[in-house]
Nanobody, 125 residues
């Protein structure tokens, strides 16, 4: 499976972007899909992930502003980002996990088997 992330760009504070993650294989074969981000000098951190069964986890800093979803027919996962803030500036990566959802591990970078190449999101103040 190859993941292709797109949709990044530069927006002003309060603006919106929608990121897309398209898979070369069948995205519904993945048990967990999600988005991580990495700002310069920081570790990669979870943004939002969800399971095929409907479990979700959001970074507390994005709750209420970001929404993760998937379209199996299009083999695509989305991250709708509203009310963007300068601290959301980072490279955003999509990730996929073949193993089932585990609350204990889905927040770990090492839990994911596939990664997209990243898309830059810049929020200006």
């Amino acid at each position: 499976v190859q993941l292709q992330a797109s949709g990044g760009g530069t927006v002003q504070t309060g603006g919106s972007l929608r990121l897309s993650c398209t898979a070369s294989g069948k995205i519904w074969d993945m048990n967990v899909l999600g988005w991580y981000r990495q700002a310069p000098g920081n570790q990669r951190e979870l943004v939002a992930v969800f399971s095929r069964g409907g479990s979700t986890r959001y970074n507390v800093s994005v709750k209420g502003r970001f929404t993760i979803s998937r379209d199996n027919a299009k083999n695509t996962a989305y991250l709708q980002m509203n009310n963007l803030k300068p601290e959301d500036t980072a490279v955003y990566y999509c990730a996929a996990r073949t193993s089932p959802w585990s609350t204990a591990v889905v927040g770990r970078v090492s839990a994911y088997d596939y990664w997209g190449q990243g898309t830059q999101v810049t929020v200006s103040s």
